[in-house]
C-alpha cells in the first residue's frame, strides 16, 4: 500500500501580480496529483495551507475541487487537515470543508481517528501556540490508541518544529504522540526528512509545491512523498516536480555582460521564462550601464530583480533571519493591534488579497469583519 503526502499547496497565490505565476501554483500542483494517479496510490494526505487564503479566487476552489474528482474516479481517497492560510477567524466554516461535506474529500482535522483499510489516520488542523497546552490530552489519548492498533499509524499535523526550524518550531518532538509509524507534517516550505529515536517512524515534511512569496526567489526543489506502507517501516519517496527555473546570483560588476550572455544561453529554449535575482558587486559602479545590460532580459525573464551590493557589504545577515517572514509579519500584526485575531486577519486574509491586487475583494472583506465585530460587541452589551 502506498500514499502521496502533498502539503502546502498554496492555491490562488499570485506572485508579481502575474497571472502566469499563478499558474505555476497550479501546474505544481496538478503535477503531483497527477503523478498520484499514474502511481496508484491508495490514497493522498493533504497536510494543511490548501490555499493560499481563506477566501480563495474561485479559480483555486475549482483546481483543487477538480483534482479531487480525479483522484475519486481513479478510486483513490484523499484527507486532508486545514493550516493557517485555511482557517478563517471571521467566517464560520473554511472553504475546504465544503470538499467534506460533498464527500469529494474527507476532512480530519479535529484529532478523531479515522480507518482506511488496516491503517489508522489521525489530523489536527493547525494549532497556535497559545494553545499548545490544550492538546496535551488529546494527544496522550490518540497516542494510546496508536499504541494499541497493530496496522500503521499516520499523525497529521501542520506545525513547526523546533529541531527542523528553531524560528517557527511551535512543537518540539518530545511534544508529540510517540507510537505512530509516519508524522506527515506540513507548515514548513523546505523538503525535510529524520527519523528519530524517541519516534515510531519517520517525521517528514514535503514542503511546498512551489516557491512562495515568503521564501524569496532561489533555486530549490520543490515536490511531495510517495511513502510505501506494505512493510513494518514506513519508506518515503521523494517526488519531485518539474517547476519554472529560479536564479539567484552574486557577480562582480566586470562579469554583468559575460553572465547576462549566459543566463540568456541557458534558459533559451526553457519552457518557461525564468525568473532572476543579481546582486552586483563593486565600487564606483555606473548605474546607467547596469541599467543597459539588465535591460537586456526584460522580455527573456518572467520576472527578475537587481540591485547593487556594495563591496564590504555583510550579505550574511540575511542568513540570521527568520526563515519565514510571515511569522514575523503575523508577530509584529498582534502586537500591534493588540489582538491575535486582528492580527491573524490582517496578516493571512487581508494582506493576501491586497498583495495580488484583489481589493474588492478586501473591502468586502473587512466591511463583513466590521459587521461580526459589530454583532459580538451588541451580543455582549445584551448579556
Not at 68 to 78: H, M, P, R, T
Amino acid at each position: 500500500m502506498r500514499f502521496s503526502h502533498i502539503s502546502d499547496t498554496h492555491l490562488g497565490l499570485i506572485q508579481y501580480n502575474s497571472e502566469e505565476r499563478e499558474n505555476d501554483v497550479y501546474d505544481a500542483f496538478n503535477q503531483a496529483i497527477d503523478r498520484s494517479i499514474t502511481d496508484k496510490v491508495d490514497f493522498v494526505i493533504f497536510a494543511g495551507d490548501i490555499f493560499h487564503t481563506p477566501s480563495p479566487s474561485g479559480t483555486a476552489i475549482m483546481h483543487m475541487a477538480h483534482a479531487l474528482k480525479k483522484l475519486k474516479q481513479n478510486n483513490i481517497e484523499s484527507f486532508f487537515i486545514l493550516g493557517e492560510h485555511d482557517i478563517s477567524r471571521i467566517r464560520s466554516y473554511p472553504v475546504p470543508y465544503v470538499y467534506h461535506k460533498l464527500e469529494f474529500s474527507k476532512y480530519i482535522g479535529q484529532g478523531e481517528p479515522i480507518y482506511f483499510k488496516d491503517v489508522m489516520i489521525v489530523g489536527f488542523d493547525k494549532i497556535r501556540k497559545s494553545e499548545i497546552t490544550e492538546f496535551e490530552e488529546k494527544f496522550a489519548k490518540i497516542d494510546s490508541l496508536a499504541k494499541e492498533f497493530k496496522g500503521h499509524k499516520i499523525l497529521v499535523l501542520h506545525q513547526g518544529l523546533s529541531e527542523v526550524n528553531k524560528f517557527a518550531g511551535e512543537l518540539d518532538t518530545n511534544d508529540l504522540p510517540k507510537n505512530f509509524t509516519y508524522y506527515a507534517m506540513g507548515h514548513l516550505h523546505d523538503k525535510f526528512l529524520k527519523s528519530f529515536s524517541n519516534l515510531g517512524g519517520p517525521v517528514a515534511y514535503p514542503g511546498s509545491t512551489e516557491l512562495t512569496t515568503s521564501e524569496g526567489i532561489k533555486e530549490t526543489a520543490k515536490g511531495f512523498f510517495e511513502v510505501d506502507i506494505s512493510s513494518k517501516n514506513a519508506e518515503p519517496k521523494w517526488i519531485e516536480l518539474e517547476l519554472r527555473p529560479q536564479r539567484t546570483l552574486t557577480i562582480s560588476f566586470d562579469k554583468l555582460s559575460s553572465t547576462i550572455d549566459q543566463i540568456l544561453e541557458e534558459f533559451r529554449n526553457s519552457k518557461k521564462k525564468p525568473i532572476i535575482d543579481i546582486k552586483i558587486r563593486g565600487k564606483d559602479i555606473p548605474s546607467d550601464v547596469v541599467q543597459a545590460q539588465i535591460s537586456r532580459l526584460i522580455s527573456e525573464t518572467l520576472y527578475f530583480t537587481w540591485k547593487i551590493a556594495r563591496d564590504g557589504d555583510n550579505s550574511s545577515i540575511y542568513l540570521e533571519k527568520p526563515a519565514k517572514i510571515d511569522d514575523e509579519l503575523l508577530k509584529l500584526a498582534i502586537t500591534s493591534l493588540k489582538s491575535e485575531n486582528l492580527g491573524n486577519f490582517a496578516i493571512n486574509e487581508l494582506l493576501p488579497l491586497l498583495t495580488s491586487n484583489q481589493i474588492e475583494m478586501a473591502n468586502q472583506m473587512v466591511v463583513d469583519n466590521y459587521r461580526q465585530f459589530r454583532k459580538e460587541k451588541l451580543n455582549d452589551k445584551n448579556n
